[in-house]
């Protein structure tokens, strides 16, 4: 399951009601303000347990008799059914309101197997949860993934980039795309009666034409707006982590009893910073976005390159506040930035993010060519959504990483540069 949120009736502002609930629940969604905390969701024959999914530590648990409504409901502009719990604590004055999508099963399910143990725990007959789980064990066989079908409650980012539609191809209805920077230059720097592709053996390095310039276009900003949507993501989770300490912290200094309170265990979960991994790993993503933005910089427009690279700075400034400084984004070492990247950082950003930026290093401020080689295989992003760019073109042949292929044309361009001045 994932948890969406909890609400005390009575206690949050404007929300007295389940269907107060449901309404301030779509308005959070419509502002961004919802983050979806993966757990497990155990039903036993006397409590309804929330799990951490990676350490099995129990969360809550609520009592069956503490349970005074369990639904699927389906809140505004939403065509996929949510779970809710009602839960009335014995030392809580009001009730608390729980939200939970399902990754593998439906609300409905979820809700039939707990309805199931209800009725056993009131009547002492189990023949309506055996029925919920034959159902439950069926859906699971079947393989399928409704999480999968209809997006998640979340909406979309708000940065996104589009390719330019100033120029038409001629009597063409797409838009044309500007070359790539390495088949431009190539053709200038190639001494006469060479090719100018420097690997003849490379299906992804010879001319594709202007239909296939597009979709290349195409491809390499679609992987620049999954950047976006991961790095915006991550945001949000520093700003509810933050957000669930603040209020764990003020319980705290509240608290007349060791007993924890209702509610304390999806805080602390919620609270948990992000791993070293997963700061690296939207690090990387950053860089990585940089070097796109410039060998997109001809493509997109409204926003443009230098619009999208200003974007880029309040998240990573957050990052690297959140991780104690500079000290630990400097050591990202990979992927290495392209020339264009840094040609790009240097003529547009502003003297704040000047500052932050030379901040981090060589490793950020200076271009690949200038850097000890990469160790290991080449930077390849993994996105949050498991979404993967197209690995073929319409042609068959295999569309290399742009990034990567923007920095083996660098180191071409300059060894071309070097055979020039012996000449």
Aim: proline content about 9%.
């Amino acid at each position: 399951m994932e948890h969406l949120v909890t609400f005390c009736l009575g206690e949050d502002d404007g929300v007295h009601t389940v269907e107060d609930a449901s309404r301030k629940l779509a308005v959070m969604d419509s502002q961004g303000r919802v983050w979806a905390q993966e757990m497990l969701l155990r039903v036993s024959p006397d409590h309804v347990t929330l799990l951490d999914p990676a350490s099995k530590e129990e969360l809550e648990s609520y009592p069956l008799g503490a349970i005074v409504r369990c639904d699927a409901v389906m809140p505004p502009g939403r065509s996929r059914s949510l779970l809710l719990l009602v839960c009335q604590e014995p030392e809580r004055a009001q009730p608390d309101v729980h939200f939970f999508q399902g990754l593998r099963l439906g609300a409905e399910l979820i809700r039939e197997d707990i309805q199931g143990a209800l009725h056993n725990y009131r009547s002492g007959r189990g023949e309506r949860r055996a029925a919920a789980l034959r159902a439950t064990q069926e859906e699971l066989q079947r393989d399928r993934s409704p999480a999968a079908e209809t997006p998640p409650l979340q909406r979309r980012p708000s940065v996104r980039a589009v390719i330019s539609t100033v120029e038409r191809g001629a009597g063409r209805g797409r838009p044309q795309a500007k070359p790539i920077p390495e088949a431009e230059e190539e053709q200038r720097l190639a001494p006469a009666g060479t090719s100018s592709s420097a690997d003849p053996a490379s299906p992804d390095l010879g001319p594709r034409g202007p239909d296939l310039a597009v979709l290349q276009a195409e491809r390499e900003v679609d992987i620049l707006n999954h950047v976006f949507d991961d790095v915006e993501s991550f945001v949000s989770r520093l700003q509810k982590s933050a957000e669930a300490a603040r209020v764990l912290e003020h319980r705290e200094r509240g608290r007349r009893t060791r007993r924890r309170a209702a509610g304390e265990g999806l805080l602390t979960l919620r609270a948990k910073p992000p791993s070293e991994a997963e700061y690296t790993d939207v690090l990387q993503k950053i860089k990585y976005a940089f070097s796109l933005l410039a060998r997109l910089r001809g493509n997109i427009a409204d926003p443009s390159s230098p619009e999208l690279l200003h974007f880029l700075f309040g998240p990573l400034q957050m990052i690297v506040n959140t991780s104690g400084g500079p000290e630990f984004a400097s050591g990202v070492r990979r992927p290495h930035l392209t020339s264009d990247a840094v040609a790009l950082l240097r003529d547009n950003v502003t003297p704040r993010e000047n500052e932050l930026w030379t901040s981090l290093g060589d490793s950020w401020t200076r271009p690949g060519l200038e850097l000890p080689p990469e160790e290991g295989p080449p930077y390849r992003p993994e996105f949050f959504s498991g979404w993967e760019p197209p690995v073929t073109d319409p042609q068959g042949r295999a569309w290399e990483d742009p990034v990567e292929k923007q920095l083996q044309h660098e180191r071409r361009r300059r060894q071309v540069r070097l055979r020039w001045v012996r000449w």
